[in-house]
């Protein structure tokens, strides 16, 4: 059975601060492993991963790929309370995805 | 990225009726996919939509509680029948090309309370 791992469950950090989010992975037909930002309903597209060590970066946003350890970090430098929201992993196929439960990252001012 | 919009946003519906939800998609789409999200749980999947011919569903779906129509490429319907407090979720439609490297979009969802 394919099955994403996700940590922490919640994590709850000051303006400014670093995070680092965890995502490990077993699944019987990788192609790549996309991370989502979820604040209300609708997960919102960061970042697909597909080929190991190569970081993919967004302003404070970046996150890269271990495909022989099967795992995957998403790190967000100088957090603000907008980035307060569910960070989704997900790992699979363009076909069939399967999600972690999710990180609840909660930012204080 | 595709414009992906869903109506109803959001509905609360009694125990034993059923709901039709539309998603809409602004560009001909290859794959549309229906998810189902159960409060404080992460996504399920409930199907893949195909055009033209019947959904694919995932293990736990049947297309007696939730029947699918995909009759062209930029649209689909998700009806969720029967409905009962357990129903309740946050249902989400998604699409993306085809092909080994593509990533889904999501629509906003909608969110259905049964009582």
């Known amino acids: 059975e394919d099955k994403v791992v996700q940590s922490p469950l919640s994590l709850v950090v000051h303006e400014g601060d670093t995070v680092t989010l965890n995502c490990s992975y077993e699944?019987?037909?990788?192609?790549?492993l996309l991370w989502y930002k979820q604040e209300k309903k609708a997960p919102t597209f960061l970042f697909m991963l597909?080929?190991?060590?190569i970081e993919k970066k967004s302003g404070r946003l970046s996150s890269i790929l271990d495909k022989k350890e099967l795992f995957s970090i998403l790190n967000i430098t100088a957090t603000q309370t907008g980035d307060s929201a569910v960070y989704l992993c997900?790992?699979?196929?363009?076909?069939?995805?399967?999600f972690g439960s999710g990180t609840q990252l909660t930012v204080l001012p | 990225s595709a414009v992906i919009s869903q109506k109803p946003s959001r509905d609360i519906c009694q125990r034993g009726t059923s709901l039709t939800i539309q998603c809409q998609v602004d560009?001909?789409?290859?794959?549309m996919f229906w998810y189902r999200q159960q409060p404080g749980q992460s996504l399920t999947l409930i199907a893949t939509?195909?055009?033209?011919?019947?959904?694919?569903?995932e293990s736990g779906f049947v297309i007696d509680k939730f029947p699918i129509s995909r009759p062209n490429l930029t649209f689909s319907t998700l009806t969720v029948s029967n409905m009962s407090p357990e129903d309740s979720s946050i249902y989400l439609c998604?699409?993306?090309?085809?092909?080994?490297?593509?990533?889904?979009?999501f629509g906003p969802g909608t969110r259905l309370t049964v009582t």
């Open positions: 997900a790992s699979g196929s363009a076909r069939q995805l399967t």
């Open positions: 699944v019987t037909n990788f192609r790549s």
């Open positions: 597909t080929s190991s060590g």
């Open positions: 560009s001909q789409v290859t794959m």
């Open positions: 939509a195909n055009q033209g011919s019947e959904a694919t569903y």
């Open positions: 998604s699409v993306s090309g085809q092909g080994r490297f593509y990533e889904q979009y």
